[in-house]
Each structure stands twice: as structure tokens, then as C-alpha cells.
């Protein structure tokens, strides 16, 4: 009896296979148990309807004795898998195929698409599936916008045309297929390499009748054959670039080069066609990446060349882009397999455990490996392996950061310190010496509060030698996020007494903060007062003005033209018709000629604008035209929000309109190349929220003030294990002395 029952067991009870990897934005794992794991960013991919980036794995419910994975790298919104009885299981946006209309909400949840039937390998484009059924026959399913599915094109819903998986006609010998956004590439028994759908970045080879600058696109929905690939018994497909071994173990490429993914140097507009690549012959697996390519050679050694801003080529550096080069701390390791995601890169050891590297952020499809999100040299991955929990202090409150520096382009080596309330907190020292020896970085935390820092240290460059290194600012820490905060002190003091609370908090530890952010202020005028000057004009104020001038008074924050946005509302003896307006612009014209740093632009507005002065009629029409589009407004040097009151018959509940204008719009000075502050403006809704822009803009000059002097936010309550960064950002460098530093970074917030 019990010999009976063994026989009974399905093989799979024994059966163990190889661990995969597919990623992008998350990363897929699929276990020597037929189980998958993922980690990364957020997203339906993952499997779970948790919305919070992880860097750590997480079983996905739903899929057992699985076998193969694929993820589609352009989009990274859906992912697939495949059972052991040839079951081809779908989740996120391209459930659809595989589910009823009104039963795809749970776009996280994996579904069997039966229709396809047994299938024994998949690869997903940006919307379309295309699989090789256990009959050797290629199925596809999806859109078909541009042929990629190998069938006709036809308008309508692509769902409707392509939710019936449909064969593709003449190719029943199929061992390999590979998808990246709307190209589909098969590869056959007979060794050729066949594509169809998108001939974008020349990845369907010179046949794909693809031209660089040109926004045509031609579908192919024939399969094309891709000349110049014969014996081929692997192909890999990155974003703009594919790869091809052929059974010589010669390693051969086409695409863009835009990277240097194929050749030095990089090419970036042509695309190049299928040629064998330099120095990548005895090879016997391969993976093209984003824009990257790896290699993997019969002696065991691991080759990668092209972008490299990940730290994806291995060595644990991030230059834009690298040659060819042995990742050294593969060898020895006996590698077998290779998988290249857009962020990562992966190697399978003949032992069956998986090694990672590249960026190590959850929010760009990373793992745990321990320290912070940075670069990596190749790491054992874990899936017992889980994010630390925070530290007691962190727990407590305080904030988790990291000091991060790295050397640029012209820097040979430095030391750079952090010094926080007048202790050293973290030094780095860089050189090029070794690998990532020229990026460095420290985990700090830091309790809510205002805290200084100081930055000490010096670099080394190739033209100017030594130089010192210093700045001084402060890091301000708050539990839940500087706008919280701000918002909790509006709710008790205004937006201006908000603004003085907090500037005067940071001013007590900062005294060299900007003059200018000082606020300027009076009392509202009476209520009798606003009506004689109603009166006077003959026509009504806007109902909003009134609310927001009651609220705040008459205030100025900032002067136009500063580092950071000015905020200003004006009393309303300040305002002015339009013909006044065009007369004081014009009065202004010999001053603006005479010492004005105007661009040539300007002048020539100028030159107009003396011509049609005699013609006010013809002014104003021009007037609101250029004031939007040439921004004819920086001749009249007032604050951010200027109220211009029109006739109230314009709208229909009897407010006026009002024009709310933004004078630091910043845009660059073409004859010297600096960037300067321009206004414009635009018609405002007739129910204008006066008052809450000028909260908004009151709390933007607040924080953009404080970043112009130095001073950089960090929040407490950070989710899950991403954490913020600091680094040191050179100022402006006269060349004479110390260089300038101050830090950036940390908490995103309003900023100009």
C-alpha cells in the first residue's frame, strides 16, 4: 500500500528547480521550491495590496510549484509565472487577460489565464503577452497597436482584439522568446532570430525600417527575420539594446549604444546593427539590462559593460558609463546563470544561492543587504534576510538619515566631516583607489529639534590641487514633516505668525540667516476706510481681496528679485488701473535702458512698446497678451501676488475677477546663461482662494528662504525602511579660499 502511494505522488514532490530573478521596480524570486518572493517598490507586481517600498521578501500568496517568471521591464506593472503543469498565472495590469470584466479589481492577485493553455516559456511587453506553447508554437496575447503580437493591426479597444490569445502563423519551432515595450523577438530551433510589433531603437534590426528623429513607427505585424544572427542559441532584450550567443560562444549585439552597452564609444542616436561585440567570445550565458549588458564567459569569469549610474556593472562604482570590464568579485564564485533588471543585476551559483548588486533602494526595486541604499558590490540575497527594526531612538522620534559624499569627475580624492551640534558626527574619506572608494556615506539619526552643522574637510583635484572645505547651516527635524508642522502653528497663529514662530526658532541658532526674510507688516485698514476707497474709484474691491486682507493686514515677505520667492499683499491705495500701469511702465523705460541687465529680448520689447505707447487702446489689448507669454510684468519690479481689480460684470455672482500674478518664474538670461526671475500672469477663478494662496506661498518662501541659508528638513516618521539623504552641495566658487559648502537634500518640500 504504501509503495502505492509514492507512486501516486505527483513528481513535483521531488522535483526542485533553478532560482530566478526578474526585476525592475520590484524585484520577483523565484524559490528552489516552486514558492516566489518579491521586494521593491510598490505596485500590484509585488502581489500584495501593501503600498509601502520594502527591501525585503515577501512570499506571494496564490502561486505554488511555479517554474519560470517574467516581469515586464518598460512599465513594471505586471509580471507573470509558470506552473509545473504549464499554467501561465498573470497579475497586475495585464490580469485583465485573464479574468472577466468585472472581476479584475484585485489587480495584486495572481489568475491562471486557461485560455492560453500549456505553455513552456512566457515574456511580457509594456501591454501583450507572448508565450511558447509546449507544442513549440508561439501564443500571444494583448495589444497590438503595432503588430507585437504578430497578427494584424486593427483599430478599437486593444483589450477586445487581444484578450484571445492568437498564434503566430509560421513560427511552430520556437525555443525562446524575449519582450520589451512593443517589440517581440523569437527565437527558433534552426538557430535565426525573428522579431515584430515596434522597430524602436533598431531592435528589429535594418529590416525594421526604423529611423532615429523620425516619430513614424511602422508596425510589423509580419514576423520579420533579423539578418546577420545565424546559430543562435540564446537571445536577452534590454530597454534599447538586445543581445545573441551563438553556439561558438560568440556574444553578438544590436540596438542603440546610447550607453556604450555594446561598443565603445557610446553612440546615442544610431542604432546599431547585429555584430559580434569585442572582447565577449567564449561566453555561455548572457543578460542585456536597462543599458547595460552582462556576460558570462566559460572560464567562470563575469564581463559587464554600459551605464553604470547604479553601480549595475559590478565594481561598486557609478559612473555614467563604463567599458568592458571583469567584475572581479565573481571570481571564484562558480557563477552559472545571469539576470539583468533595469536598477540590479543578478547571479545564480552553481550551489543555488543568488547574488545581487547594484542599487539597494526599495523604492527602485531593491533588496536588504544591510548599511543603506547605495551601491553594491555582489551580496549574498536572504530570504529570511528582513529590513532592522529601527533603533530605540528612532522609535522614540528621532529622525534616521544618511551623509552621503561622493568624489565628481575632476576630484582625485576628500575628506569630508559633518559636525552636529559641535560634534563630529561622520567622516568620509574618498579616493580612487579602489572600488567605491569614491562614494562613501554614514547612517545618522537625530531627535526633532534644530540642530547646526558644520562641514570641515578638503579635496584634491587634477588642476587646482588642495583646497579647504567648509559651511555651516542647520538641520531641521520635525515629527511629522515641515508642512505639518508649519500648518499645526498656523492653526493657532496665522500664516505670519507661523512664519515669524518659526524663522525666529531657526534665527536663534542661525544668526547669519538672510536679512531679507524678515517680515514686513501693518494693520488691516478699517472696514470704513476699504469702503471710502470703494467709493472714491467707483468700483467694488474683490470679495476675496477684502477676506485675505482682514486675515493678514498688509504684509511683504522677501524683495523681488531674491533667491527665493517674494509674498506680498498690498494695501489697496497701491492699486493702479491699467492705463496707470502702462504709464508707470513706461516712465520706466529711460531707468531700464540706462543700467538694467535685460536680455536683448527685453530691450527689443521695450522698443515696441515706445511705438504703440501713443496707442492705449492698442496697449491693453497687446498688454494682457504679452504680459503672459513675453512677460512684459518684470518691467514693474512688485511682489509675488498683485491683486488688478476689473469691472465686476465679468462675473456672474457679481465678484470681480483677479489677476494673480507670480514674478518669480524663473527662467534664463540668454546672452549670459544665469538664471533670473520673471513674471507672469494668469486669470484667476472668480471664487479665487485668495487666502490659502497665500498661505501656500507664505509657507514656500518660509522653506526656500531657509534652504537658500543653508538649512536642509528631515521627518521623523519616514515610511518603512527608506531613508532620507544628506549631501554636501558646492556654492558658487570664486575660486579664492575655502570652498564653499552647504548640505541638500533631505525632506522634499516647496522649494524655488
Not at 180 to 200: C, F
Not at 485 to 501: E, I, S, W
Amino acid at each position: 500500500m504504501l509503495t502505492s502511494l509514492l507512486f501516486c505522488l505527483p513528481l513535483w514532490a521531488a522535483a526542485q528547480v533553478p532560482a530566478q530573478i526578474a526585476a525592475d521596480s520590484q524585484v520577483l524570486w523565484l524559490q528552489p521550491d516552486g514558492s516566489v518572493w518579491a521586494s521593491g517598490d510598490d505596485g500590484h507586481v509585488r502581489g500584495d495590496r501593501d503600498n509601502t517600498p520594502r527591501n525585503d521578501f515577501r512570499r506571494i500568496e496564490g502561486l505554488a510549484r511555479i517554474t519560470g517568471i517574467a516581469l515586464n521591464h518598460d512599465s513594471s506593472d505586471s509580471a507573470a509565472a509558470i506552473d509545473a503543469d504549464g499554467g501561465l498565472w498573470l497579475w497586475g495590469d495585464l490580469v485583465a487577460l485573464a479574468c472577466a470584466k468585472d472581476d479584475c479589481e484585485e489587480r495584486h492577485r495572481p489568475r491562471r489565464f486557461d485560455a492560453i493553455g500549456a505553455v513552456r516559456s512566457v515574456a511580457l511587453g509594456n501591454d501583450h503577452v507572448i508565450a511558447i506553447g509546449r507544442d513549440g508554437k508561439v501564443r500571444a496575447a494583448g495589444r497590438n497597436d503595432v503588430g507585437q503580437l504578430g497578427q494584424p493591426v486593427r483599430e478599437g479597444a486593444w483589450l477586445e482584439q487581444g484578450r484571445v490569445p492568437q498564434v503566430v502563423a509560421g513560427l511552430d519551432d520556437a525555443v525562446a522568446v524575449a519582450a520589451q515595450n512593443d517589440t517581440s523577438l523569437i527565437l527558433r530551433a534552426d538557430g535565426t532570430v525573428w522579431g515584430m510589433g515596434s522597430g524602436a531603437a533598431g531592435l528589429l534590426g535594418k529590416q525594421g525600417k526604423w529611423k532615429p528623429l523620425d516619430f513614424n513607427d511602422p508596425p510589423h505585424a509580419q514576423p520579420l527575420r533579423i539578418a546577420g544572427l545565424e546559430n543562435i542559441k540564446a537571445i536577452s532584450l534590454g530597454r534599447f539594446h538586445a543581445l545573441a550567443l551563438d553556439g561558438a560562444g560568440q556574444v553578438w549585439g544590436w540596438g542603440l549604444n546610447d550607453s556604450a552597452q555594446l561598443a565603445t564609444p557610446a553612440v546615442d542616436i544610431y542604432p546599431q546593427p547585429p555584430k559580434p561585440l569585442r572582447g565577449l567570445d567564449g561566453a555561455v550565458a548572457i543578460a542585456a539590462g536597462d543599458d547595460y549588458s552582462l556576460v558570462l564567459k566559460r572560464d567562470g569569469s563575469v564581463w559587464a559593460r554600459g551605464g553604470n549610474v547604479y553601480g549595475t556593472l559590478g565594481d561598486g562604482g557609478d559612473e555614467l558609463v563604463g567599458d568592458l570590464r571583469r567584475i572581479e568579485a565573481l571570481d571564484g564564485r562558480n557563477v552559472v546563470e545571469l539576470f539583468a533588471g533595469s536598477y540590479n543585476a543578478y547571479a545564480r551559483l552553481a550551489d543555488g544561492s543568488v547574488l545581487g548588486w547594484g542599487r539597494n533602494s526599495p523604492t527602485v526595486g531593491g533588496f536588504y543587504a544591510g548599511g543603506a541604499d547605495d551601491n553594491l558590490l555582489p551580496v549574498v540575497l536572504d530570504v529570511t534576510r528582513q529590513t532592522p527594526a529601527p533603533s530605540a531612538a528612532v522609535k522614540a522620534g528621532a529622525a534616521e538619515f544618511v551623509f552621503t559624499s561622493e568624489l565628481s569627475e575632476d576630484q582625485l580624492d576628500e575628506r569630508s566631516e559633518l559636525w552636529i551640534d559641535g560634534r563630529q558626527a561622520a567622516v568620509l574619506q574618498l579616493d580612487r583607489t579602489t572600488p567605491r572608494s569614491h562614494r562613501g556615506q554614514a547612517v545618522l539619526e537625530l531627535k526633532p529639534g534644530i540642530h547646526t552643522y558644520e562641514l570641515r574637510g578638503e579635496m584634491r583635484t587634477r588642476e587646482a590641487g588642495t583646497r579647504k572645505r567648509a559651511g555651516k547651516g542647520a538641520i531641521v527635524v520635525t515629527r511629522r514633516g515641515v508642512e505639518d508642522a508649519f500648518n499645526t502653528a498656523m492653526a493657532t497663529g496665522g500664516a505670519l505668525g507661523a512664519y515669524k514662530q518659526s524663522m525666529a526658532a531657526v534665527r536663534a541658532v542661525l544668526p547669519q540667516l538672510d536679512a531679507s526674510a524678515e517680515l514686513r507688516s501693518r494693520p488691516a485698514p478699517e472696514a470704513a476706510a476699504l469702503d471710502a476707497f470703494e467709493q472714491k474709484q467707483g468700483w467694488k474691491l474683490p470679495q476675496a481681496y477684502r477676506k485675505a486682507l482682514q486675515e493678514y493686514g498688509a504684509f511683504a515677505l522677501g524683495a523681488a528679485q531674491g533667491r527665493y520667492p517674494a509674498v506680498a499683499l498690498y494695501p489697496p491705495e497701491q492699486f493702479v488701473t491699467l492705463d496707470a500701469w502702462v504709464e508707470q511702465s513706461l516712465a520706466r523705460v529711460p531707468e531700464l535702458d540706462q543700467g538694467a541687465a535685460l536680455p536683448t529680448r527685453d530691450h527689443d520689447m521695450l522698443d515696441s512698446f515706445r511705438v504703440f505707447s501713443s496707442e492705449l487702446a492698442k496697449v491693453r489689448q497687446r498688454l494682457a497678451k504679452d504680459w503672459q507669454q513675453d512677460r512684459l510684468a518684470a518691467l514693474f519690479p512688485e511682489a509675488i501676488y498683485l491683486i488688478v481689480p476689473v469691472h465686476p460684470q465679468s462675473c456672474a455672482d457679481a465678484r470681480a475677477h483677479q489677476r494673480l500674478v507670480d514674478f518669480f518664474q524663473p527662467e534664463m538670461n540668454e546672452e549670459t546663461g544665469e538664471e533670473r526671475y520673471f513674471a507672469w500672469a494668469d486669470w484667476a477663478e472668480c471664487e479665487l482662494d485668495l487666502s490659502g494662496e497665500l498661505r501656500a506661498a507664505v509657507f514656500a518662501h518660509y522653506t526656500a528662504a531657509l534652504r537658500a541659508s543653508g538649512v536642509v528638513f528631515l521627518r521623523a516618521d519616514r515610511v518603512g525602511h527608506e531613508r532620507a539623504e544628506l549631501t554636501p552641495e558646492r556654492l558658487e566658487d570664486s575660486g579664492e579660499g575655502a570652498l564653499k559648502l552647504r548640505l541638500s537634500g533631505g525632506e522634499p518640500v516647496a522649494e524655488y
